[in-house]
């Protein structure tokens, strides 16, 4: 069966320190790739997404993430964080052929600290 | 572009009462929408696939008749709570993509408070 497995709940980073996001799926068909962000009481946000083409995916506000087909990761990295990347963020993946249905990983909460 | 709007934003009723949550895509056709509910610090749970001119197709364990999906255009699709009761208080975000994308786009969501 799909899933996506986001290992981390929560993760304390203080600001202008790097940050890693991590992300892992399982698939037996190929996939596609999305991180969003969630700030309080409102929609999802697109960071970055990868389709085809270079496992090295750079998004908005700094972000960028690697897909690693034969780790089956794709984990969502920021070099120095802001206080203002403090929100929930999710890693979601499609299937390549059927319904355009995401599965979405449980979500982990990024707070950035002064 | 590609932007999605949901009406009302937030929503106040009284158990017993029906609610409906509009889901408009603004700039594109949407050929496809997707209805999720997220519980406080949850991710989103897909309720139902609809598309255009179709019926919606509702993930296990959504019941059909309390939660109405018409997806009635290309730009429009709508939610309906029926007899709502407390436990059905909740964020609704609503997504819409076109016929062979698989890049969802979402709307801002509707906070449901049943009273």
């Known amino acids: 069966a799909q899933s996506v497995t986001q290992l981390d709940s929560q993760v304390p980073v203080f600001e202008e320190a790097p940050v890693e996001l991590r992300c892992n799926y399982s698939?037996?068909?190929?996939?596609?790739l999305f991180w969003y962000v969630q700030y309080p009481n409102q929609g999802l946000q697109l960071l970055l997404k990868?389709?085809?083409?270079?496992?090295l995916v750079k998004g908005i506000n700094g972000f960028e993430a690697e897909f690693n087909k034969s780790q089956t990761s794709f984990h969502l990295r920021k070099p120095s964080v802001h206080i203002s990347d403090t929100a929930e963020y999710f890693c979601?993946?499609?299937?390549?052929?059927?319904?355009?249905?995401?599965?979405f990983g449980t979500g982990t909460r990024l707070k950035v600290l002064a | 572009g590609a932007v999605v709007s949901q009406h009302p934003s937030r929503v106040i009723c009284k158990s017993g009462t029906s609610v409906k949550i509009e889901c408009r895509s603004l700039?594109?056709?949407?050929?496809?929408m997707f209805w999720y509910r997220q519980f406080p610090k949850q991710s989103l749970m897909l309720m139902a696939t609809?598309?255009?001119?179709?019926?919606?197709?509702?993930e296990q364990g959504v019941e059909k008749d309390k939660f109405l999906i018409n997806h009635a255009s290309l730009t429009l699709s709508t939610l309906t709570v029926t007899s709502a009761h407390p436990e059905d208080s909740s964020f609704y975000i609503c997504?819409?993509?076109?016929?062979?994308?698989?890049?969802?786009?979402f709307g801002p969501g509707t906070r449901l408070t049943v009273t």
């Open positions: 990868y389709l085809s083409g270079s496992t």
């Open positions: 609809s598309n255009e001119g179709s019926k919606a197709t509702y």
């Open positions: 979601a993946v499609t299937f390549t052929s059927g319904t355009y249905k995401y599965i």
């Open positions: 997504s819409a993509t076109t016929t062979d994308a698989y890049e969802q786009y």
């Open positions: 698939s037996s068909v190929s996939v596609y």
């Open positions: 700039d594109f056709q949407a050929t496809t």
